[in-house]
């Protein structure tokens, strides 16, 4: 059971826009910063957004993502079939004094 | 360019002990936290712990204190994780990662390739 709450899958047409939910408490999303990672298939997770919303050098504008309160959202506009992969929400928790990510989301793109 | 490369699978029987490593190259290794992941396959990703190498600072999960020890050796700029007695149930692929900046414990922006642990009588 992962601290964080993911949806455990999202579909959508290429082109199209999806969003990924993920919802904690106060002691981790609530008042800490959250990061998004994108894992395509066999390959290690890359960091797609860090301090709830800025986007590391070489990721597209594509991809967005907001904080509100306890949840947090990933938002992936121009749906393309690469985009294909799971998705993992990250923050820290301060009543476990660690990292904790959700479950992870995986994107379909029909 | 900042690279984290780990060492290879391994297949090992219950109660026997392991350690695996991780070497980052490409950048200062004693001034960056690395951390340890583990995935389950087809499960998600869990923090097991981190450590700063360059004074050996280590915390760890709840999940994972006492069940493995994290340690690096800064003249060879590797990090370390191993176990003592593994059972079945740590079979996963395990990746070792670098914050983004020298102060963060979080935000993981270089990632090694994995290592696949199999542990099976």
């Known amino acids: 059971q992962s601290v964080l709450t993911q949806p455990p899958s999202v579909s959508a047409a290429p082109g199209q826009r999806v969003t990924i939910s993920c919802s904690g408490s106060?002691?981790?999303?609530?008042?800490?910063?959250v990061s998004w990672y994108q894992q395509l298939p066999g390959t290690a997770p890359i960091l797609l957004i860090y301090?709830?919303?800025k986007r590391p050098s070489g990721i597209p504008d594509r991809f967005s993502a907001s904080k509100s309160g306890t949840s947090a959202t990933l938002g992936i506009t121009g749906l393309q079939t690469g985009d294909e992969a799971d998705y993992h929400c990250?923050?820290?928790?301060?009543?476990?004094?660690?990292?904790?990510f959700g479950g992870g989301t995986k994107l379909t793109v029909l | 360019e900042v690279q984290l490369v780990q060492s290879g699978a391994e297949v090992k029987k219950p109660e026997e002990s392991l350690k695996i490593s991780c070497k980052g190259s490409?950048?200062?290794?004693?001034?960056?936290?690395i951390g340890w992941v583990r995935q389950v396959p087809g499960k998600g990703l869990e923090w097991m712990g981190i450590?700063?190498?360059?004074?050996?600072?280590?915390r760890y999960s709840p999940s994972f204190r006492g069940q493995v020890t994290i340690s690096a050796d800064k003249s060879i700029s590797t990090a370390y994780l191993q176990w003592s007695s593994l059972r079945a149930s740590d079979t996963a692929i395990y990746y070792c990662?670098?914050?983004?900046?020298?102060?963060?414990?979080?935000?993981?922006?270089?990632w090694g390739q994995g290592t696949l642990v199999t542990v099976s009588s």
């Open positions: 990662a670098r914050p983004r900046n020298e102060y963060e414990l979080v935000h993981f922006d270089y």
């Open positions: 490409g950048y200062i290794f004693t001034t960056y936290w």
């Open positions: 450590i700063h190498p360059g004074d050996s600072d280590t």
């Open positions: 106060n002691s981790n999303i609530g008042n800490n910063y």
């Open positions: 301090d709830n919303n």
């Open positions: 990250a923050t820290w928790d301060s009543s476990l004094s660690a990292l904790v």
